[in-house]
């Protein structure tokens, strides 16, 4: 997750989400065992997190999101020079909790864009701070 100024993401140059004030883009990896309860969790956090200027969440401010999949947070590059995603979920397990992700934002209030799921991707950026938090279902380590 990611505190930005605005961001927006594109599939063939041409914007099919982007928020242009004040929020966070929110990178959505999911595994293979993940399900509703780690679905609420992240939502809750992405939500919540007094991440924002002056110690403010989401929530309460009424900041934008911008969700967009990606598989290759789950990458595992400790053998050789080529990263393996067996950690990450195929795309028929992972698009339906990365939908019900922005569904869940949305029920608590919030203006929530996308990027599309499974598409070659550009996502533009400014980091605001810079500030990036990684929210795992799990504890990483």
């Known amino acids: 997750m990611q505190r930005v100024t605005r961001a927006a993401v594109r599939v063939e140059g ?39 200027r002056d110690e403010r ?26 990263p393996t995603w067996n950690a990450a979920a195929p795309g028929a397990v992972a698009e339906p909790l990365v939908d019900a992700v922005v569904v869940a934002l949305r029920a608590r209030g919030l203006e ?10 550009a996502v533009e950026l400014v980091n605001d701070g810079p500030v990036t ?4 279902s799990e504890p990483t380590g």
């Open 14 to 52: 041409e914007v099919v989400g982007a928020i242009d004030r004040p929020g966070l883009l929110a990178l959505v990896g999911v595994t293979p065992g993940d399900g509703p309860e780690q679905v609420e969790l992240v939502a809750r956090k992405i939500a919540e997190l007094r991440i924002l």
């Open 57 to 82: 969440s989401a929530v309460e401010v009424g900041a934008p999101v911008l969700v967009v999949s990606q598989f290759t947070l789950y990458a595992d590059v400790r053998k050789g020079r080529r």
């Open 133 to 136: 938090i990684l929210v795992a």
């Open 112 to 121: 929530v864009a996308t990027g599309r799921f499974g598409a070659d991707m």
